[in-house]
C-alpha cells in the first residue's frame, strides 16, 4: 500500500532553515508528481509545492525564493529546503501524491518558527 | 486565485442523520475539478472525492458529491461514529490549488 513518511520537522529561529525529507512506498514513484502541503496549528491547508517526474515545479507566493522542492527518484525521495524561515511558516507539513489534487498524504511533519 | 468558502462551520447532527456539506467558489470551477478532502484529529487528510463526484478508492457509498460552476455538495446519507471530522473542499482547476476554510462535523 502506499506510504509517505515525513521527517526532519523541528524548531528553529526565525531567518534559520531546515530540510524535511519524504520517504515513499508502495508505488512507482517516479511516476507521479509529488506536492508539499502545510497547515498552521488549528487552521486549514495551503498548498506549498509540487515537483513533476519530469522536475517541473512551482511553489506557492509565500514561500517562493525561500524553499525548494527536489526529489530523488533512486531512493524514492522528496524534499524540501526551507530558508529564511518565518514564525508564519509554522506548520505541519504534509507530503502528498500528485498534483494538482491530492490522493495519499504522509502523517506529516512539525516546523515550528520562534525565537 | 480562486476562493472556496464552505458552510456552515460546523454542523451538529448525531450518528444516522444525514449531512450535507457546501463549497462555493469565488469563481467558476471547470471541468468539476473540485476535491473534498476528510481529515480526523491528530490525523492527515484523506481524499472522498474528485472530479466533483466520483468517490475515491476505498470510500463508502453514503459519502457523495454534487454540483457544478460554483457550488459544490459533499452529501453523507447516513452518519456513522467514525465520520465526525473536518471536511475541507479543495479546486484544482487553476494555479494555485486552494482549500476552503473546512466545516467541522460533530456529535450533537
Redesign the interface.
Known amino acids: 500500500q502506499v506510504q509517505l513518511v515525513e521527517s526532519g520537522g523541528g524548531l528553529v529561529k526565525p531567518g534559520g532553515s531546515l530540510r524535511l525529507s519524504c520517504a515513499a512506498s508502495g508505488f512507482t514513484f517516479s511516476d507521479y508528481y509529488m506536492s508539499w502541503v502545510r497547515q498552521a496549528p488549528g487552521k486549514?491547508?495551503?498548498?506549498v509545492s509540487y515537483i513533476s517526474s519530469g522536475r517541473t515545479l512551482?511553489y506557492?507566493?509565500s514561500v517562493k525564493g525561500r524553499f525548494t522542492i527536489s526529489r530523488d527518484n533512486a531512493k524514492n525521495s522528496l524534499y524540501l529546503q526551507m530558508n529564511s524561515l518565518r514564525a508564519e511558516d509554522t506548520a505541519v507539513y504534509?507530503c502528498a501524491r500528485d498534483?494538482?489534487?491530492?490522493?495519499?498524504?504522509?502523517?506529516?511533519t512539525l516546523v515550528t518558527v520562534s525565537s | 486565485e480562486i476562493v472556496l468558502t464552505q458552510s456552515p462551520g460546523t454542523l451538529s447532527l448525531s450518528p444516522g442523520e444525514r449531512a450535507t456539506l457546501s463549497c462555493r467558489a469565488s469563481q467558476s470551477v471547470s471541468s468539476n475539478y473540485l476535491a473534498w478532502y476528510q481529515q480526523k484529529p491528530g490525523q492527515a487528510p484523506r481524499l472522498l472525492i474528485y472530479g466533483a463526484s466520483s468517490r475515491a478508492t476505498g470510500i463508502p457509498d453514503r459519502f457523495s458529491g454534487s454540483g457544478s460552476g460554483t457550488d459544490f455538495t459533499l452529501t453523507i446519507s447516513r452518519l456513522e461514529p467514525e465520520d465526525f471530522a473536518v471536511y475541507y473542499c479543495q479546486q484544482y482547476d487553476r494555479s494555485p490549488p486552494t482549500f476552503g476554510g473546512g466545516t467541522k462535523v460533530e456529535i450533537k
Open positions: 486549514g491547508l495551503e498548498w512551482d506557492a507566493d504534509y498534483f494538482p489534487r491530492f490522493d495519499y498524504w504522509g502523517q506529516g
